[in-house]
């Protein structure tokens, strides 16, 4: 398995947090892969084979090959059909709003194919990235493409910038009435400007982000212990730190940790 990050260009670093390949040969039993809410939407190329969604009641989906996955609120579980090569573009929280020709809200939890959302020019960016011969081509294409729908897009909202970044440096660890104020916008018109320009409602975010930081304890080793974990993580106790566990990856700290957990870590927001 190959995987790889790479930095956006310096005028698109306000929108684009990463971007990242995946490579890897097909297997004779191939495992599911448990993708976890981490508060940013991707833009995702299939440029190898694609991949099974699964979806309630055990059913299954294939996914479309070039899509846009809305901001996740549960895990999302996945399994690749033959050989993984996929190119996918992750945006800050708030990155994508630019973009964006559906409502974000609308989007949440589904893989929207890119034209129904760019129309022709999304069947046209499909092209060239599918048949792009390396990495590099396929960040200069998409840059293009991203750098030239910005000229007629919506900036993003300042506010709505600030209190991620606010949200992010706490750890998710800071109440709405404390974003709010620090904000110093009515508690009510801060989740308004979060919904339309995220998908998400500040108290969504933060306990998605503050899971996230406990994930990166357990995959740095620093703690496997549930109490110290709910304690880093200032869960008001142990019991609240499993049921936020369960709400965004399915399963318990204990069903989790193992082997589970070294197979999904490249899908975790964990830098």
């Given amino acids: 398995m190959n995987y790889q990050v790479f930095e956006p260009h310096p005028n698109l670093s306000s929108y684009v947090k990463c971007y990242w390949s995946l ?31 699964y979806i309630s009641s055990g059913k299954s989906i294939i996914q479309p090959r070039c899509f846009v996955i809305g901001q996740l609120t549960q895990p999302l579980e996945i399994e690749p059909t033959g050989q993984t090569g996929i190119f996918s573009v992750r945006f800050h929280p708030e990155g994508f709003t630019p973009f964006a020709s559906l409502s974000i809200r ?6 929207i194919d890119l034209e129904k959302l760019f129309g022709a020019d999304g069947l046209e960016i499909d092209k ?34 600030s209190t991620v970044d606010t949200i992010l440096t706490a750890n998710g660890q800071l109440s709405i009435n404390e974003l709010s104020a620090q904000a110093n916008i009515n508690r009510r018109q801060l989740e308004r400007k979060f919904a339309a320009h995220i998908g998400l409602s500040p108290k969504q975010l933060s306990k998605i982000i503050r899971l996230q930081a406990t994930l990166k304890l357990l995959l740095d080793n620093k703690s496997s212990k549930l109490t110290t974990l709910a304690y880093q993580g200032e ?6 730190f499993i049921k936020d566990f369960k709400e965004f990856t399915g399963q ?6 193992g082997d589970k957990l070294k197979m999904s870590a490249l899908f975790y927001n964990v830098e």
């Fill in 23 to 53: 490579e890897s040969l097909k297997t004779e039993n191939p495992q599911r892969q448990i993708i976890i809410p981490d508060g940013c939407m991707e833009m995702v190329f299939h440029y190898g084979d694609l991949y099974r969604q």
């Fill in 106 to 111: 609308e989007m949440e939890n589904r893989a």
């Fill in 128 to 161: 060239r990235i599918l048949s792009a011969n390396s990495t590099a081509a396929r960040i200069q294409a998409i840059e293009t493409f991203l750098t030239a729908r910005l000229t007629t897009s919506e900036s993003i909202d300042r506010m709505v910038k």
């Fill in 235 to 240: 869960y008001y106790d142990q019991a609240h």
């Fill in 252 to 257: 318990t700290p204990k069903e989790f940790y």
